[in-house]
């Protein structure tokens, strides 16, 4: 018996039509997805990451390493740095909370943006409401280095020459507020030792002076002092993370919590941000290029070079990294407020 055709007529067509409705549809959706990234083809011209901190200094090189590595994740559209240094940081934040939401303004700052809130009594901007959160970059240790004729060639040598200059020691940061300030503060404070604090704009001209001999000591990143210790122009006393460093021009340095300072432990770390309110297109756009760029050959070699740490892909998700900062603002609080130190 000849078998029942598979389908009849109008069934195959209703199939069909049913079939079609769906690719159609697909079709559209696709489309219109197509369209709107086009009608969003961020970033059409340049993008400016502000850096709350001057030219030549340990921040300012991350951002403009990082400029050159989101560079290409980004379209290969031009990305500027801008310096709005003043107030340890805040004055570039602030700007940055105050700029269009249009994906065009970026921040990149440092642990200022967690212990500013603990520094400053009126700040002009809201640390976790006027942001979007992009993501982190990098942890970056400081070294505590003094001018190149101070005479004392270990940190116990240090300590004993600021003991004998007590009163007249002059100690450089990047304004109050600032990560050399904090740094400075708990030296200072552990130390039971009060030092002149001259502040500058930023520690690469506070660098400058200091490799004249204008002030005696600082705390700074690594990202700035690593060549500066290599070459032999500045002393190097300690590092002030718990535990010692690999990069092989730091790695002879003792820690300061071995030096005889239990505890002390300041880690400098770099995120990205940029105005509430960005849309949601550019942040995701901002994000998966800084991902990228934390991958790029180039970046990681410098950056490791320069004693930082480039973070995992978890650590650059934007609300693992605002609540990264929360937590900072918690830890940091409390030490600031026992401290007894305001910056404004
Ligand atoms: N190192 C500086 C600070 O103490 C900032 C900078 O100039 O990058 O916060």
Redesign the pocket.
Known sequence: MAGRPLASGPLTIRVRDAFQETRMKKFAVAALALAASAAFAYPDKPVTIV????A???????ARDLAEALRKPLGGQAIVIENV?GA??TLGAGKVAKAAPDGYTLLLH???MATAPALYRTLPYKTLEDFEYVGMVNEVP?TLIGKPGLPAGSYADLQKWLGANQGKVNLA???LG??????GLLFQSTLKMEMTTVP?????P?MTDLLGGQVDIM???T??TTSQIESGKVKAYAVTTTKRLSTPALAKLPTLDESGLKGFNVS?WHGLYAPKGTPKAALDKINAALKVALKDPDFMKRQEALGAVIVTDARTNPADHKKFVEAEINKWTPVIKAAGQYAD
């Open positions: 850096v709350p901190f001057a030549g200094g340990p921040t300012d090189k991350v240094g340890g940081g440092h642990i200022g400081m940061n990047a304004g600032s990560a050399s300030h904090l740094c500058y704009k930023g520690t690469g506070a705390c700074d990143q990202t700035n400098i």
